[in-house]
Each structure stands twice: as structure tokens, then as C-alpha cells.
């Protein structure tokens, strides 16, 4: 099983500063096969990457996500009120797993 | 466009099999796969498996021995069941549209069902 660590468990920014997340995998990943997602409160998960660095469609460009092999960030170029949330990274290697998440808190 | 919504029992007693439905709207089932993906209280996402319209699955490791994901085209539904069930296996419960092949990822999401399992 590939197990994803994401890092730091809690980011604390203001609105318009840079966040930088990280994803890390036990083992080498495809870079087709890495997303992430974006959680808010009471509310479904909903895709902002895939491909490690594609937007998925609506998704505004202050959001990138790079990386390859073991070592995947989703950055947030400058943070806007709606983005404070819990953000997940997924891989899928023998089966779909997810990382323990990341929460961009208010500081 | 296409919108999923889940529905079944939002209780279930320990021991008892768990099931839920995802019904797909806007969009035929016949071209994607279909996940279902859960989430504890306070807790991260566990995926638990999906299926293609053929009837083709992929499971979870850790919970195959005990989910059943099946599909009905005609309704354009899919289906969880989990069985002996315990209180571990309270949680929101998502389906989700599931991209696979060159890339896996899940983009389009049901609003979740919460299920509580207690006597």
C-alpha cells in the first residue's frame, strides 16, 4: 500500500499570502495518477488537480499543484477568504488512497 | 451536467448490512466508473471501491471481504452494500463519478449521506 503523508497538518496564513502544501508518497507515484482536492465544512471534496498539475475545469489559476515520483506540492499563489479549507492529496497504485489532509486556517 | 445523489438508511444496527444508492442524473452511467468513498467523523477520506457499467470492480484491500458495489443501468444507479457492519463503519458516505486510465481522479461528487451504525 502507498501511503501518503501531507505536511504540514495545519497552515495558518493570512488572505493574500502564499501557501504551500506538501504531499508525500512511500513510494514512487505516477504523476497521472496524483489529484487534489479541496473540503470545505459539511461539503463534499471537490477536485481543484489532476495529474499532479492540470486544473480541473472552473478551477481558478492561483492554484498549481508540481512535483514527481514521492514528492507532490499544491501551492496556492495568494489566498483569497474562500480558500480556507482542508486540502487531500490521492494517488492510485495498486488501489486509491488519500493523504491525511492539510487545513489552511485563518491566522 | 452531471450530478450524483446518495440515498438509504441512516441508521443501521451493528452486525447489519449497510446500503446505500447513488443515483446519476444528467448524464448516462454507461460512461464512467463510480466510486464510493467514505469519511469518519472529524476524520480524513477512505475510498472503498468502484465500478464500471459492465460490472466490473475494484475494491479496497482492507474492506473487500465485506462490500458488495454493484450497477443497474436501466435505473442509472449504482449501489453499496457493506456488510457486518460496526460502529468503525459510521461515516459520511460519497459517491463519486471516477475518471480511469491515463489519469485517476474523481470529479463529480455526491453531497454524502450520513450512516450511523448503533443498536
Known amino acids: 500500500e502507498i501511503v501518503l503523508t501531507q505536511s504540514p497538518g495545519t497552515l495558518s496564513l493570512s488572505p493574500g499570502e502564499r501557501a504551500t502544501l506538501s504531499c508525500r508518497a512511500s513510494q514512487s507515484v505516477s504523476s497521472s495518477y496524483l489529484a487534489w482536492y479541496q473540503q470545505k465544512p459539511g461539503q463534499a471534496p471537490r477536485l481543484l488537480i489532476y495529474g499532479a498539475s492540470n486544473r480541473a475545469t472552473g478551477i481558478p489559476d492561483r492554484f498549481s499543484g508540481s512535483g514527481s515520483g514521492t514528492d507532490f506540492t499544491l501551492t496556492i499563489s495568494r489566498l483569497e477568504p474562500e480558500d480556507f479549507a482542508v486540502y487531500y492529496c490521492?494517488?492510485?497504485?495498486?488501489?486509491?488512497?488519500f493523504g491525511g489532509g492539510t487545513r489552511v486556517e485563518i491566522k | 451536467q452531471v450530478q450524483l445523489q446518495e440515498s438509504g438508511p441512516g441508521l443501521v444496527k451493528p452486525s447489519e448490512t449497510l446500503s446505500l444508492t447513488c443515483t446519476v442524473s444528467g448524464g448516462s452511467i454507461s460512461t464512467y466508473y463510480w466510486s464510493w468513498i467514505r469519511q469518519p467523523p472529524g476524520r480524513g477520506l477512505e475510498w472503498i471501491g468502484y465500478?464500471?457499467?459492465?460490472?466490473?470492480?475494484n475494491y479496497n484491500p482492507s474492506l473487500k471481504s465485506r462490500v458488495t458495489i454493484s450497477v443497474d443501468t436501466s435505473k442509472n444507479q449504482f449501489s453499496l452494500k457493506l456488510s457486518s457492519v460496526t460502529a468503525a463503519d459510521t461515516a459520511v458516505y460519497y459517491c463519486a463519478r471516477q475518471v480511469v486510465g491515463f489519469y485517476y481522479y474523481m470529479d463529480v461528487w455526491g453531497k454524502g449521506t450520513t450512516v450511523t451504525v448503533s443498536s
Open positions: 490521492q494517488q492510485y497504485g495498486d488501489f486509491l488512497t
Open positions: 465500478i464500471y457499467h459492465s460490472g466490473s470492480t
